[in-house]
Nanobody
């Protein structure tokens, strides 16, 4: 069973940057495509980005395209999310998860959720 632990969240001003990291254990990391979601207070969990098993393919939500970059290091068992040009509406708890259905943005097609890391963007 895979365990996922997110880190790197914090408070940043609008226009700033943060880099989130998700550390995986308990399963061969390169067996899984990985993704990031976020959930703001009072809102449903929202897809952010996903990356294929060896990093050759990625896809993003329209709301973050051009600002966020997902990457992975299979030697370190980590998947990162570089977030630039942050906006107050990016404020949320960010989660990483395993992709069970490539190409989808439905949270039901992801599993093994981490505990999340809080990102707060001030205006």
């Amino acid at each position: 069973q895979v365990q996922l632990v997110e880190s790197g969240g914090g408070l940043v001003q609008a226009g700033g940057s943060l880099r989130l990291s998700c550390a995986a254990s308990g399963r061969t990391f390169s067996n899984d495509a990985m993704g990031w979601f976020r959930q703001a207070p009072g809102k449903e969990r929202e897809f952010v980005a996903a990356i294929s098993r060896y990093g050759g393919s990625q896809y993003y939500a329209d709301s973050v395209k051009g600002r966020y970059t997902i990457s992975r290091d299979n030697a370190e068992n980590t998947v990162d999310l570089q977030m630039n040009s942050l906006k107050p509406e990016d404020t949320a708890v960010y989660y990483c998860a395993r992709v069970m259905g490539w190409g989808t943005s439905d949270s039901h097609d992801f599993s093994s959720w981490g505990q999340g890391t809080q990102v707060t963007v001030s205006s």
